[in-house]
T-cell receptor
Framework: DSGVTQTPKHLITATGQRVTLRCSPRSGDLSVYWYQQSLDQGLQFLIQYYNGEERAKGNILERFSAQQFPDLHSELNLSSLELGDSALYFCASSVDPSGNTGELFFGEGSRLTVL | DAKTTQPPSMDCAEGRAANLPCNHSTISGNEYVYWYRQIHSQGPQYIIH???NNETNEMASLIITEDRKSSTLILPHATLRDTAVYYCIALLSNFGNEKLTFGTGTRLTIIP
């Protein structure tokens, strides 16, 4: 158990819909990262938040957005869903309070299926 | 970040040491070598990292060559639960605005 909690574990929805994935980082971790893993593209970095502010951005689509709340939990919002958005979405938090580390703890992921 | 190269797959007998190589010939002086693994669709798991010196923890040992152009992750006594995809990643010491970028890794299969 990494200490990072993601909900829901599984989600099935239709094209065009919007979903929200939630992540609670390990206690005390200020950084939250979101990754997408699809069958054909491996693990792709989406976005990082540090203490409520966006710190780094990867190849995140404009249809996707994220935020980190004052209690440090984070949400990833996916809208206008397409079949290709079907993937595992992982959240991770950083053990380094400054956010400057590659030692991340990953949650078990949220599996999104778009039909 | 420096590009890393790993063999796509490896087998290792249960109970033996698993040695996973990684080539990072273009690594810069302030880039660390990180190792993660992912067991079948679970979240990636941090294993170990190092800069110049060899490192050891409860999971594995990391051997980095003197010129830092390659490294080897060693699982001393492999078990069936070590079957996973192992990722070698080079990352700047000041993570800051950089991102942890996963490649295709090495699929390690532990054989009973």
């Amino acid at each position: 158990d990494s200490g990072v909690t993601q909900t829901p574990k599984h989600l099935i929805t239709a094209t065009g819909q919007r979903v929200t994935l939630r992540c609670s980082p390990r206690s005390g971790d200020l950084s939250v990262y979101w990754y997408q893993q699809s069958l054909d593209q491996g693990l792709q970095f989406l976005i990082q938040y540090y203490n409520g502010e966006e710190r780094a951005k990867g190849n995140i689509l404009e249809r996707f957005s994220a935020q980190q709340f004052p209690d440090l939990h984070s949400e990833l919002n996916l809208s206008s869903l397409e079949l290709g958005d079907s993937a595992l979405y992982f959240c991770a938090s950083s053990v380094d309070p400054s956010g400057n580390t590659g030692e991340l703890f990953f949650g078990e992921g949220s599996r999104l299926t778009v039909l | 970040d420096a590009k890393t190269t790993q063999p796509p797959s490896m087998d290792c007998a249960e109970g033996r040491a698993a040695n996973l190589p990684c080539n990072h010939s273009t690594i810069s002086g302030n880039e660390y070598v990180y190792w993660y693994r992912q067991i079948h669709s679970q979240g990636p798991q941090y294993i170990i990292h190092g800069l110049k010196n060899n490192e050891t923890n409860e999971m594995a040992s990391l051997i980095i060559t003197e010129d830092r152009k390659s490294s080897t992750l060693i699982l001393p006594h492999a078990t069936l639960r070590d079957t996973a995809v192992y990722y070698c990643i080079a990352l700047l010491s000041n993570f800051g605005n950089e991102k942890l970028t996963f490649g295709t890794g090495t699929r390690l299969t532990i054989i009973p």
